[in-house]
C-alpha cells in the first residue's frame, strides 16, 4: 500500500506531501491543476522513463519519493518500503531503495509487486486483438507458463535460422568460402592482439617526443647523480649533520636509519633516467613503423570492428563459419535433428499453454460478464474465440495461439469483434474489469486509476463509484476522477489545485474535511460556484454513498493528512 508521497520540483509541482489512506482515495481538481503529473511520479518511482523536460523551470533537480506498506511473512505483519527517485536537469536520474542506490530496473522490480498503473487512454488497447491473450494470461496466472514457452520459441528460431543459412546452392557455397578464406587470411596475417592499439599509440606518443624525453632525461639524471652540486652528493651532507643531532638526541635516529632506503631509491631512479633517455628509438624509420601499425588496426576495426576486441572476436567468428561450411553436409544433418527437436519442444509446451489457455476462458468470460454486469452492463455476452487451425508462420513467442475477444452488449445482436462494438464508455468499463479480475490475487496491491473512467456518466458513473469502493475493501485505489458520482464514492477525498505566487504557478494537494468534500462535489456538478442546490445534491450523494448528512455539513475534527507548499 503507498502510505506516503513526497514530491520536488517536478513540472508544476515545487513541492508537496501526501499520506493516502487504505481504501478507495479519490483526487479530483480542475483540468490542468496537475492531477496527472501525481501519475506521472508513482510512473518514475516504477521505474519509468527519465527526461529533464519533468524538472521544474529554473530548478536542477527533481525528486520522487515513497513509503510503501509491504506484506512480510504474515497477513498481519508489514514491512516498510522506502523508495526515490531523483532526476536532474541532464536527464540523468538514480534512484534508491531503502536509501541504497539501485539501477532504474531495481527500483521497477521493488515497486512493480507493489503497484499497478493504468492511465487514462490504456482502455484503447483493448482495440488490438494482439493484447487479448496477454490479458487472459494475467488473468488465469500463465505469465510464468507462456515465459517458458517464448524461451522454446526463440531456441528453436534461433536453431532454425542457423539450418536455413546452411541451405546455399554449390556456387554460393563456395564463394562464401573464398570471402571467409580471405579474410580469415587477412586477420591472421595481421596477428593483432588485445590491448596493441593502446601500446602503439603510446609508443607513438613517445617517438614523437624523443628529443624532449631524451633532454628532460639527462637533466633530470644530472641533477641528481652526474653534476656539480648533485642531488646525491648534497645529501651526504645533510646525512653527516643528521648524524651530529642523532648524536645529540635520539630521536633522529630514525631519519638516519631511512639514510641507506633513501639513497638506494634515488641511485635507481638516476639510472632508470639514463637508461631510458639512452635507449629510446628515435629513428623516422621506427616511428613509420608504428604509424603503419596504427593504421592497418585502423583499417581492420572499420571493416571488422569497431573495436580492436571486436576484431579478434571476428577472427574467431570466421573460423568458424568456414569450418561449418567445409563440413556442412555433416553439421547440416545434426542441426536439422537439433532445429527439429527444438520445434517439437516448443509445440508441446505451446500446445499445453493453448489447452490451459482455452479452459480458463470460459471462467474468464463468466468472471467478466458477472463484474459487467456490476458495471451496468448486465445483458453483455463476452467470449474469446480462439482460430483453430492457425497456420505455422502465425506462431510466436506467445505461443500457437491467435486468439481476439469477442461482445454483444444488446440483446438480440451477434458476438462481433470487441474493436468493432464496443463504445468507449464501454471499453472503460471493460477495462475496469479486467484490470479487477487479473489484480484477484494480490490483495493489498495499490491500483491506481487515472481518468479510467473516461467516456462514462450517470447511472454507469454510479455503479462504476460503488465497483471501485468495494474494490477498495480488497486494494488500495486511487482513482484520479472528474466524475462526482465517483469522488462521493471515496473512503478518503483529495482536491488537487493550482496558484500563482511570487510569480510562479503552483500544484497543492488538499485531503477533505467533510464539509469541503460538500464544496468540491458540489462544483464537479454545478460549476465553478457551487449553489444552494448543488450542495444539496453533493449532500444527498454523499450521504447515499455511506457518508452521514450530519457530518457532512460541518468540519471533521481529525487533522488533514495532505500538506503542500
Not at 63 to 86: C, H, K, M, N, Y
Not at 472 to 479: A, K, M, Y
Request: net charge negative; proline share 3%.
Amino acid at each position: 500500500m503507498l502510505r506516503f508521497l513526497r514530491i520536488e520540483h517536478l513540472a508544476v509541482i515545487d513541492a508537496l506531501e501526501v499520506e493516502f489512506e487504505p481504501g478507495l482515495n479519490v483526487l479530483t481538481g480542475e483540468t490542468g491543476a496537475g492531477k496527472s503529473m501525481l501519475v506521472e511520479a508513482v510512473g518514475l518511482l516504477m521505474g519509468g522513463r527519465a527526461s529533464a523536460d519533468l524538472i521544474r523551470t529554473g530548478e536542477s533537480q527533481a525528486t520522487v519519493q515513497a513509503v510503501f506498506d509491504e506484506p512480510r511473512s504474515t497477513d498481519a505483519e508489514l514491512g516498510e518500503l522506502i523508495v526515490r527517485r531523483e532526476v536532474t536537469s541532464q536527464g540523468r536520474s538514480r534512484a534508491f531503495v531503502n536509501d541504497t542506490l539501485v539501477t532504474a530496473a531495481a527500483l521497477k522490480d521493488s515497486t512493480e509487486p507493489l503497484v499497478e498503473l493504468h492511465g487514462q487512454h490504456e482502455h484503447q488497447t483493448l482495440l488490438d486483438p494482439q493484447s487479448h491473450l496477454a490479458m487472459l494470461d494475467d488473468f488465469a496466472a500463465l505469465v510464468a507458463t507462456r515465459d517458458t514457452v517464448a524461451g522454446a520459441f526463440r531456441e528453436w528460431r534461433r536453431l532454425q535460422t542457423e539450418f536455413d543459412s546452411f541451405q546455399l546452392d554449390e556456387r554460393e557455397k563456395a564463394a562464401r568460402i573464398d570471402l571467409l578464406t580471405f579474410q580469415l587470411k587477412e586477420l591472421e596475417k595481421a596477428g593483432v592482439h588485445a590491448g596493441e592499439d593502446e601500446e602503439l599509440d603510446t609508443s607513438r606518443r613517445v617517438l614523437s617526443n624523443a628529443d624532449k624525453i631524451q633532454r628532460l632525461c639527462g637533466e633530470a639524471y644530472g641533477a641528481l647523480y652526474d653534476s656539480d652540486g648533485a642531488a646525491l652528493s648534497a645529501l651526504a651532507t645533510v646525512w653527516k649533520r643528521v648524524g651530529e643531532l642523532a648524536d645529540v638526541d635520539p630521536v633522529f635516529a630514525p631519519h638516519l636509519d631511512a639514510r641507506d632506503a633513501i639513497k638506494s631509491q634515488l641511485e635507481e631512479l638516476a639510472f632508470a633516467l639514463r637508461s631510458y633517455g639512452e635507449n629510446i628509438d628515435a629513428s623516422p624509420a621506427r616511428l613509420q613503423e608504428v604509424e603503419d601499425r596504427l593504421a592497418l588496426i585502423e583499417r581492420l576495426k572499420r571493416k571488422y570492428g569497431p573495436s580492436l576486441e571486436d576484431v579478434i572476436a571476428a577472427r574467431a567468428t570466421l573460423a568458424r563459419q568456414l569450418d561449418a561450411l567445409q563440413n556442412a553436409d555433416e553439421r547440416r544433418a545434426g542441426l536439422e535433428a537439433e532445429t527439429s527437436s527444438a520445434r517439437e519442444q516448443f509445440v508441446h509446451r505451446a500446445r499445453e499453454l493453448s489447452k490451459r489457455r482455452r479452459e480458463a476462458a470460459t471462467r474468464f468470460a463468466k468472471s467478466l460478464q458477472d463484474l459487467l454486469g456490476e458495471l451496468a452492463m448486465g445483458k453483455t455476452r463476452f467470449e474469446m474465440r480462439f482460430d483453430q487451425n492457425p497456420p505455422e508462420t502465425s506462431w510466436t513467442d506467445n505461443g500457437i495461439d491467435v486468439a481476439e475477444c469477442y461482445l454483444s452488449a444488446n440483446v438480440g445482436e451477434d458476438l462481433r469483434p470487441l474493436a468493432r462494438v464496443a463504445s468507449g464508455g464501454e471499453l472503460s468499463r471493460i477495462m475496469l474489469a479486467i484490470r479487477t479480475l487479473a489484480a484477484a490475487g494480490a490483495p493489498g496491491k495499490t491500483l491506481i486509476f487515472d481518468e479510467i473512467d473516461a467516456g462514462i456518466g450517470g447511472r454507469v458513473a454510479d455503479v462504476v463509484g460503488k465497483r471501485l469502493r468495494r474494490l477498495g475493501e480488497t486494494f488500495q485505489v486511487l482513482c484520479i476522477t472528474h466524475l462526482p458520482q465517483i469522488a462521493a464514492c471515496g473512503h478518503a477525498h483529495f482536491e488537487i489545485s493550482k496558484n500563482v505566487a511570487h510569480g510562479r504557478t503552483q500544484t497543492r494537494v488538499v485531503r477533505l474535511t467533510d464539509g469541503e468534500r460538500v464544496e468540491e462535489v458540489a462544483r464537479m456538478i454545478g460549476g465553478a460556484a457551487p449553489t444552494d442546490a448543488s450542495r444539496g445534491a453533493a449532500r444527498e450523494l454523499l450521504s447515499v454513498k455511506g457518508e452521514s448528512e450530519s457530518r457532512a455539513g460541518g468540519e471533521s475534527e481529525s487533522p488533514r493528512r495532505a500538506k503542500a507548499k
